[in-house]
Structure formats: structure tokens, C-alpha cells
């Protein structure tokens, strides 16, 4: 059972317009979420996170929203760049155990 | 500073060999986690160490999947009687400590391709 799930494989934006990514999850024991960017042939690195006792989180450009009663976060990007091309992994934890549990991740393209 | 490392960067095997991948932490980090990634997929969780100890292997999906960390510091992910569906990319993290709120830092992964 996928418990976080990414519904978008792709997703393309020109450069300078907003970049809306979403997530929806289904357990609703999960308190932290994160979200995480890959480039081919590297690990996946920290972005943002958000505590479930929030429902924003900003960090320059990123923003994290957080909807409990839909079980729905969704990360914005504004203004897009096209080094913000990546794949973009949102992920989520329950009781601060470290475990994570991700979505399939959804490909960003940034058109010049 | 250096930052996790996996070695090897691709290993390809045959079906039924076993397999070790290693993985070395950033220095002082209490915490690491394995994860296996299937093409098209999100990081998988396997197993977590807390210190030398396995705080959680709820992930590892068999018992031919095996991970140590004796000293604490580096640690190894054994396969035994690989399978085809043992193809992956495996990952590794560490974190100053075995908390959800403590960034893990991945390392660049191993290719494991089983022929």
C-alpha cells in the first residue's frame, strides 16, 4: 500500500512562473513531512519540511502547505529557475523515528 | 567536509551470488538508514541504526537482506542468494541523530544490477 503518494509523474514550467507540486498521503498517524530534490547520480537532498502542527512552512523561494483534513501538502517554487530542474521526492515520518516513508517523486523541467 | 559514501558505485552480480555495499557516514552521525530505490520509485525504506544497534528493520524485506554496523561508524548491507528483483539503487543516510527532525544526508547510492 502506497502510503504517500505523488499522482504526477512530470511536470513542466517556464522559467520565472510558480511551480506547484503536490502530494496527498493516507496515514494519518504521519506528524512530519519533507520534501526532498534528486539530480541523476546523486542522493536525494533536503528542502523543506513542515510539522503537522503547522500549515506553512517558507524558505526563500520554497514553500511548503500542509492540509490535514485532506491529506494533501504540496510544495510551490517561485520564482522557477531551471537549475530547480530535478526530480522532487516528498516524504513523510510518524513519532520521530527517522523512518521515512516517500512518494514516486514527479519530474520538474524549468524551460528557459 | 566529506559527506556519505557508498561503495561500490555499481555492482552487477548473478543470480544466486551474494553481495555486500558499504556505506560510510558523515563523521559523528549517530544515525544511519538504508533505502532501495526501484526505477520509477521513491526510496524504500529498509533498515535504521541507532549507534551499532538496529533501531528499526521493519523494512528489509527478507531474511537473505542483512545489515551491521559493529563499530558504530561504517556500516554493510548484505544480500545473500540475489535475485533479479533485488535490482536496485541503494541508498544510504546519516543524521546526527535517529530523529525525523534530523536532516539525513544521502549518499550518491549503489547500483546493484542481478543478471
Redesign the interface.
Known sequence: DQQVKQNSPSLSVQEGRISILNCDYTNSMFDYFLWYKKYPAEGPTFLISISSIKDKNEDGRFTVFLNKSAKHLSLHIVPSQPGDSAVYFCAASSGNTGKLIFGQGTTLQVKP | GAG?SQTPSNKVTEKGKYVELRCDPISGHT?L?W?RQSL??????LI?FQGTGA??D??LPNDRFFAVRPEGSVSTLKIQRTERGDSAVY?C?S?LQ????????????TRLTVL
Do not use: K, M, R, T
Open positions: 556519505v544515525a538508514y533505502y520509477g520509485q521513491g526510496p524504500e525504506f535504521y533501531a528499526d521493519s523494512g541508498l543516510a543524521s535517529g530523529s525525523s527532525y534530523n536532516e539525513q544526508f544521502f549518499g550518491p547510492g
